[in-house]
């Protein structure tokens, strides 16, 4: 099993900065990548980024060049900063998990609201 555990969230101005933290517990050993995902209201699901264990980076269109995953292996913790929020930027955000086995971990997710 692996817990994962969001932070850092809250309200923001547009054109603002919050950095999100997830930290992991448990079966951490057998982790090979983590992301963040976000849903809006009304809206599905999506990929925000995702970081693998060798440190390979993915990003959503939408936030490239805005946004920055990052881990630290040693504090078993992965970083979502965002710079340069917009109103559109808002939604409840989740950290995964995706271990060797395939099986699929989330945290229970974190409001970000950015004001116009």
């Known amino acids: 099993q692996v817990q994962l555990v969001e932070s850092g969230g809250g309200l923001v101005q547009a054109g603002g900065s919050l950095r999100l933290s997830c930290a992991a517990s448990?079966?951490?050993?057998?982790?090979?990548?983590m992301g963040w995902y976000r849903q809006a209201p009304g809206k599905q699901r999506e990929l925000v980024a995702t970081i693998t264990s060798g440190g390979n980076t993915n990003y959503a269109d939408s936030v490239k060049g805005r946004f920055t995953i990052s881990r630290d292996n040693a504090k078993n913790t992965v970083y979502l900063q965002m710079n340069s929020l917009k109103p559109e930027d808002t939604a409840v955000y989740y950290c995964n998990a995706l271990r060797a086995t395939m099986k699929l971990y989330w945290g229970q997710g974190i409001q970000v609201t950015v004001s116009s």
């Open positions: 448990g079966s951490i050993f057998s982790i090979n990548a």
